[in-house]
């Protein structure tokens, strides 16, 4: 049964496309009522940083998606993107904003075929969504004079969370990051303060994952890191507080990943 309805983000998708020339659009057609997009806004100054943003993976995590298409629309109209107290124009953005729209539509984790697509990245080409998102990703290599993804930012949620944490991909030369976000993050949203999470040590709010390590099999964010060599965070907000909130929190983990992000750069 349908939960939501994956027409309205198409729609929107398409409207924000519109309103700016900096923005453009590769898509497939997993079906015709499942469109695959992946957006690319070109800061006017091409050696900027590329960010990736990505959700809706698991398709009863809506929360990403919405913050995704928020993020789109706000880069596509010059008084939206006012409204945040960041430049989000200074920096060229590949956003993939809804990479499962059948969960999306039906609110289930899995794709139409029943597959966890964040465990199919060993061999993405075998799955039509999983293809798509790393096409997207080389396409973003040839066709970009700065080719290099500075961060990577992958937008999920957790059923069985009690608050925030994250998960932070980064080579052990790198700086962390997640702290810093954990802490702009703890104003808006509960963190989870759990010692283990799945396992892992989680460090106020943090899992930090350094160099290979793997966690999970052939995960988005170990595709990131291994493949794609970008730094990631992957971003849990609590299911159990209402939608808006975790937009919200989305929205300014963004927003801090990549203030931090260039500073440690």
């Known amino acids: 049964m349908k939960v939501r309805n994956y027409a309205n983000v198409v729609t929107r998708i398409l409207a924000a496309l519109k309103k700016s020339e900096r923005l453009s659009i590769w898509y497939r057609s997993l079906s015709q009522a499942y469109p695959l997009y992946c957006l690319h806004y ?40 006012n409204l945040y107290p960041f430049p989000l124009d200074e920096y060229n953005w590949l956003i993939s904003p809804c990479d499962n729209p059948y969960g999306y539509e039906h609110d289930i984790r899995e794709n139409a075929a029943g597959l966890d697509l964040n465990r199919m990245f060993q061999h993405p080409c075998r799955y039509t969504e999983t293809a798509f998102i790393s096409e997207s990703l080389l396409r973003t290599q040839d066709h970009n004079d ?19 944490y994250l998960w932070e991909r980064r080579a052990s030369t790198t700086l962390p990051i997640g702290n810093e976000v954990v802490l702009q993050i703890g104003h808006v949203c509960p963190i989870n303060q759990k010692a283990v999470i799945e396992d892992h040590q989680n ?14 099999g052939w995960t988005r964010g170990r595709y990131l890191a291994e493949q794609i060599n970008a730094r990631c965070l992957i971003l849990e907000t609590p299911t159990a507080l209402d939608l808006d ?5 989305h929205m300014l983990s963004i927003q801090t990943a990549v203030k931090h992000a260039m500073k440690s750069h």
Request: negative net charge; glycine residues 6%.
């Open 146 to 164: 700065n080719p290099e993804v500075h961060l990577a930012l992958d937008l999920h949620e957790d059923r069985d969370s009690s608050g925030f």
């Open 203 to 216: 460090d106020n709010g943090v899992i930090t994952l350094l160099d290979s390590v793997t966690t999970k």
């Open 245 to 249: 909130t975790r937009v919200k929190t």
């Open 42 to 81: 070109a800061a006017k100054h091409t050696d900027a940083a590329l960010i990736y943003v990505c959700a809706g993976i698991h398709g009863d995590e809506p929360a990403g998606v919405e913050c995704a298409i928020r993020l789109i629309e706000s880069l596509a109209d010059k008084e939206q993107s």
